[in-house]
């Protein structure tokens, strides 16, 4: 079979060398018959095909001839290989039938044996692991025991703690023997007594205490700790048993917040006992005002000194109980210190900023002891933190300590006065010492001084509350501090100076409003107040604006929009107070005869007496508003009661119908009163004429309650007389058929007033 398989592979290499023509059927076709001629017919062409595969079938012998393979032999090999296959396929199915006989019973009888000895060795291994475990058990008690006897709570914890970790995860079978419950029980029991007894320790060696009292908290700390074998012991053990991490936040929260934060607020006295060992720390609630920063530093760094004296020390791999204490509270301390301490020495004043240097300072000082005790690591924490945003601060420190000064100096007596501005404007400003020369220049101060009254830059002689100018004076400090303070901070403090004005409208009337609505005085210094503060309001802007030169200001500087507000302030209170003092007048003048003279012949005594009081409380108002006003506002404020009370009185008697002798003697004798008292309400008496717009028709009133009516007819002058000018034709009409009977004297002037 090999030499035919050798002999066929010969053949076929040469299969190289056999060349046939390739046929085109299609070309074939398209020769023998003419698609383009529709002549043919199939009978034509069909000899012609018979050729053409007469001629193809001899070419296709002919191939066959020439090709080198030997057909017969390949058909020949191709049997043998056949007859091969056979036999190899029955020699398989009979050592197939072999296998199926013998072989695999015994192959079934190993498995069953293989079984069997598996399930033995999973016995014994399982026997063998209950053992182990027993064994084991009994090791961490056995060990327990050995550390009881040498002393050792670190050895002990750990045994136990083994023993307990084992117990928590038992293998499969152990859980189920009585000895797994009775070494789950013994081993919680043992670890409990242990925690216990390490409790104890760890209290003979940090003992805290607090008490409190009414005005005062005592704090007491007394430490024994130190690198000492049994320290170290106890340490170990507790960390060991998960608990010292729970003693370390007991101890760090009661030094923080019984220790450390009533340091930052409170005044502290600290004790330290003989032997340094005990300390002793009295907080007084009875002292209000916070602890300097300085303080609070000195106090800190004596504490600090005091516990990591007993406290750094390494009892395991670079650790202390100081380096533990800082990681539980060193993060929220440095918070509080900066807010509680650090924030309120940032200055008020620019002056206090620029030697700020020595509060830094001492704070970098401090923060340097922290790190070398170890309660701050070497980096990561700064207490100076605060300090990226100083000048945010400042201008924060500072607004709050102004408009706080602002508002004290608001709730001052409004009656502690001064007197203030010019006793006379000028007419004209002072020249300027050179005369500009250019033509634009001059042509505008000519504008500047013809629009602009003079008045403007002068303030009238008056009297003022000193805490008013004591504000402005506030005001142009803040000023002067933000010129020279940074952007952000001068800014803040123009705010603020806009804020007092702000401040000022809401306090001063809300804490002296009884005063403002019941005293006189009272309302006369705040009018003024209002006054000076929307004058210099007037300017203040263009003053900040000259102070700011050179200073680079995205926003606008103006206080223009507080003047009116300012001035409304002060006019809402006079205006009340007038309406009062009217109401007073009135309310006089209408509780007496005079409120109606109908039906009466006589007046009686409170007429007179209404009269007089209404004369004393103008009199009043005149002592204390003449030095306090400006000399022009006085005669307005007192011209116009005057001028009310006047037409008051007037009215009284030009609405009545029937006036008697004796009444017009008794009006003309109490009017004449007022004609004598008026005057010396006033500078001068010239005032009263000029101010008081009823003052000549009052006193016209007077000669009609006493004249004749031929007086009258004299005084009326066919209309060119002063009864013309001073009275209507109504009024001069009912007065004189109320005064006089009607005659025909009468009823011929009545006649002529027309």
């Keep these: 079979m090999n030499v035919n398989q050798s002999q066929l592979s010969r053949k076929t290499d040469q299969k190289d060398d056999i060349k046939m023509t390739e046929y085109n059927i299609n070309d074939i076709i398209q020769s023998i018959v003419c698609l383009n001629d529709g002549g043919w017919t199939p009978s034509n062409v069909i000899p012609l095909v018979q050729k053409e595969i007469e001629k193809i079938h001899a070419e296709t012998i002919q191939s066959v001839c020439n090709n080198s393979f030997d057909v017969p032999a390949v058909f020949s090999e191709a049997n043998d290989l056949r007859a091969e296959s056979q036999l190899l396929i029955e020699e398989i199915k009979t050592c197939k039938h072999e296998i199926e006989a013998n072989t695999m019973a015994e192959v079934l009888k190993s498995i069953e044996s293989h079984d069997l000895i598996s399930k033995e060795i999973d016995s014994v291994n399982f026997a063998h692991s209950i053992v182990k475990d027993a064994i084991l058990c009994g090791k961490y008690l056995k060990e327990f025991e050995e550390g009881k006897k040498l002393q050792s709570f670190t050895k002990a914890v750990e045994s136990v703690y083994d023993l307990l970790l084992f117990v928590d995860k038992p293998k499969y079978g152990f859980d189920q023997l009585e000895i797994y419950n009775n070494a789950k029980v013994t081993g919680q029991l043992?670890?409990?007594?242990?925690?216990?007894?390490?409790?104890?320790?760890?209290?003979?060696?940090?003992?805290?205490?607090?008490?409190?009292?009414?005005?005062?908290?005592?704090?007491?700390?007394?430490?024994?700790?130190?690198?000492?074998?049994?320290?170290?012991?106890?340490?170990?053990?507790?960390?060991?048993?998960?608990?010292?991490?729970?003693?370390?936040?007991?101890?760090?929260?009661?030094?923080?917040?019984?220790?450390?934060?009533?340091?930052?607020?409170?005044?502290?006295?600290?004790?330290?006992?003989?032997?340094?060992?005990n300390?002793?720390?009295?907080?007084?609630?009875?002292?209000?005002?916070?602890?300097?920063?300085?303080?609070?530093?000195?106090?800190?760094?004596?504490?600090?000194?005091?516990?990591?004296?007993?406290?750094?020390?390494?009892f395991k791999n670079n650790t202390t109980l100081m380096i533990l204490l800082g990681r539980n509270i060193s993060s929220e301390f440095t918070d509080l210190i900066v807010e509680n301490v650090f924030i309120h020495t940032v200055p008020s004043n620019i002056t206090q900023l620029y030697s700020y240097d020595?509060?830094?300072?001492?704070?970098?000082?401090?923060?340097?002891?922290?790190?070398?005790?170890?309660?701050?690591?070497?980096?990561?924490?700064?207490?100076?933190?605060?300090?990226?945003?100083?000048?945010?601060?400042?201008?924060?420190?500072?607004?709050?300590?102004?408009?706080?000064?602002?508002?004290?100096?608001?709730?001052?007596?409004?009656?502690?006065?001064?007197?203030?501005?010019?006793?006379?404007?000028?007419?004209?400003?002072?020249k300027l010492k050179s005369e500009p020369t250019d033509v634009d220049v001059i042509e505008a101060l000519d504008v500047l001084d013809k629009t602009i009254p003079n008045s403007l830059l002068f303030f009238p002689r008056c009297m003022i509350s000193k805490s008013a100018q004591e504000l402005l004076d506030l005001v142009i400090e803040t000023m002067e501090q933000a010129v020279q303070s940074s952007d952000i901070a001068s800014r803040k403090l123009y705010n603020t100076a806009r804020l007092i004005f702000e401040l000022y409208d809401a306090v001063v009337p809300?804490?002296?409003?009884?005063?403002?609505?019941?005293?006189?005085?009272?309302?006369?210094?705040?009018?003024?107040?209002?006054?000076?503060?929307?004058?210099n309001l007037q300017t203040l802007g263009d003053k900040w604006s000259n102070l700011m030169d050179g200073s680079c200001v995205n926003y606008a500087i103006s206080f223009l929009d507080l003047v009116q507000k300012m001035r409304n302030l002060g006019y809402k209170y006079l205006t009340m107070q007038l309406q009062q003092q009217r109401k007073q007048i009135l309310d006089n003048i209408r509780s007496s005869d005079m409120n109606c003279l109908i039906g009466k012949d006589v007046l009686g005594d409170n007429a007179e007496a209404a009269v007089r009081q209404c004369l004393r409380q103008l009199q009043l108002l005149k002592n204390v508003w003449i030095g306090v006003f400006p000399h022009n506002v006085f005669t307005r404020l007192i011209a116009t009661l005057v001028n009310m009370f006047l037409e008051e009185l007037i009215h009284r008697v030009c609405t009545?119908?029937?006036?008697?002798?004796?009444?017009?003697?008794?009006?003309?004798?109490?009017?004449?009163?007022?004609?004598?008292?008026?005057?010396?309400?006033?500078?001068?008496?010239?005032?009263?004429?000029?101010?008081?717009?009823?003052?000549?028709?009052?006193?016209e009133l007077i000669f009609i309650l006493g004249a004749s009516l031929r007086d009258l007819e004299s005084h009326w002058n066919d209309g060119n007389g002063p009864l013309a000018v001073y009275f209507s034709v109504e009024e001069l009409r009912s007065l004189i058929k109320a005064l006089f009977q009607n005659t025909q004297f009468r009823a011929n002037f009545l006649s002529k007033i027309k």
């Design 510 to 535: 809300y804490h002296h409003e009884i005063f403002l609505l019941s005293i006189p005085q009272y309302v006369a210094l705040f009018h003024n107040n209002c006054m000076y503060l929307a004058h």
């Design 656 to 699: 009545v119908e029937d006036i008697s002798v004796e009444m017009a003697t008794q009006l003309t004798y109490m009017y004449n009163i007022v004609v004598q008292k008026v005057p010396h309400m006033f500078h001068t008496q010239m005032d009263v004429e000029k101010y008081v717009v009823s003052w000549a028709k009052f006193k």
């Design 358 to 430: 020595q509060v830094t300072t001492a704070i970098e000082k401090f923060q340097g002891f922290l790190s070398t005790v170890h309660f701050f690591p070497e980096e990561g924490y700064t207490l100076l933190s605060y300090m990226k945003d100083i000048n945010s601060l400042f201008a924060e420190r500072a607004s709050k300590y102004i408009l706080e000064s602002a508002r004290t100096i608001m709730l001052k007596d409004l009656s502690t006065a001064m007197s203030i501005g010019v006793e006379k404007i000028p007419e004209n400003s002072d």
């Design 279 to 314: 300390l002793r720390l009295v907080f007084d609630h009875k002292v209000s005002t916070k602890p300097q920063y300085d303080e609070v530093i000195k106090n800190m760094t004596y504490i600090f000194s005091y516990i990591s004296k007993f406290l750094d020390f390494e």
């Design 190 to 277: 043992i670890m409990e007594n242990l925690v216990h007894d390490l409790t104890l320790e760890w209290d003979k060696m940090v003992c805290l205490n607090k008490s409190t009292e009414e005005n005062r908290t005592t704090v007491s700390v007394a430490m024994t700790m130190g690198e000492t074998a049994l320290c170290i012991d106890v340490l170990n053990a507790l960390d060991k048993c998960k608990r010292l991490d729970e003693k370390v936040s007991q101890m760090s929260r009661f030094l923080l917040d019984d220790i450390l934060v009533p340091i930052m607020n409170e005044s502290c006295l600290i004790e330290e006992h003989e032997n340094g060992s």
